[in-house]
């Protein structure tokens, strides 16, 4: 009984084991037998009542009993496939439809001639036809809403952490004291730094989905305008490696994808290096596909390296690749003695 109380979702599939969500499964089900009912005319308005007491019963025993199984099963199912739970899912209601077709034919015989008279097998294929295309339709509607839930929960955490990272007490005081000293010596160069600063703000606050390439590269370099006055020119050596006569600036892609690789580049692996490091930008247009490469020095041996939130961040970011453009992408991760070397391949969307 502790799978049907259970409150974790089922593999793409909502919280169908709570009492709330059987009772909505229930009022979702009366909707449809009404709609059948009042597909099939019936000669009396009793007749009419009768036709919708029947399908109505037909078609909660059957998406109950589904429910329930579904949510005894829910263990077993967490461990299949997108295909195979479908598969698995689709067979539970099929099979259900089938039995309550059957004993409704044999009720229905009972009724008028006091024995199982007859078989109707048309009756049988309809109903289990039916029922395949409708638990397919309601199928696919899950896995749609999951993965825009995905994306909306992987987009909200990424702009967070980037926020959270820029509002570390460290970062903000070197920033800050970075621009104090500035106005004394350069007030120009202080005031750029401030708009920086605030653009770097504005972007993680952005609530769109999309941006522009150019967008994107534009929050980096800011970014690192201010990593080079926190960090200096002699320890972050930063080579960029794009054509930009060729690169697509008005493709459209996922906010924040360049610029908390970028930062991790810094944070992982230039930061620690006592002598800083040259950070490797390199950014191509491949035809259907833009290419990203991103490579910084790997940190000696016994230096704080902060190893595991890198590897937090990088699998936000494939989620978030997998998420925005499933197959279509990838995101790979080479490491060799003295380099890290982080790419991932999109596909070009206007």
Known sequence: MSSLSSGQSIGFLPHLCSPQEILRVMVGAEVLAVVLALTSSSATYLASFVKLGLTSLFVQ???????????????????????????????????????????????????????????????????????LILILMALHYFYIQSQRAEFLKADSGAKYDALQSRMRPHFLFNSLNTIAQLIQVNQDKAEDA????????????????????????????????????????????????????????????????????????????????????????????????????????????????????????????KNRLRIAYGDRANLKITKTDHQYRVSFSIPKEQ
């Open 194 to 317: 401030l708009l920086d600063l605030a653009d770097i703000f504005r972007t993680t606050l952005d609530t769109r989905n999309r941006i522009s390439l150019g967008e994107e590269l534009d929050v980096t370099l800011r970014y690192l305008r201010m990593e080079g006055l926190r960090l200096g020119k002699r320890r972050l050596n930063i080579v960029w490696d794009m054509d930009r006569k060729t690169l697509p600036f008005n493709m459209e892609i996922p906010p924040l994808l360049l610029q908390p690789l970028v930062e991790n580049a810094i944070y992982h692996g230039i930061q620690p290096c006592k002598d800083g490091g040259t950070l490797g930008i390199s950014l191509y247009d491949s035809g259907n596909m833009l290419d990203v490469v991103v490579t910084n020095p790997v940190p000696p041996e016994g230096t704080n390296s902060h190893q595991k939130g890198n590897h937090i961040a990088q699998e936000n970011l």
């Open 61 to 131: 025993w059957v998406v109950i009993s589904a429910t329930l199984i579904v949510c005894l099963l829910s263990n077993q199912l967490r461990k299949l496939s997108l295909i195979k739970m479908s598969v698995v899912i689709s067979g539970i209601v099929v099979g259900l439809t089938v039995g309550a077709s059957i004993l409704a034919i044999m009720a229905d015989s009972y009724q008028k001639v006091g024995e199982i008279h007859y078989w109707d097998t048309p009756f049988i294929l309809r109903n289990s036809f039916l029922a």
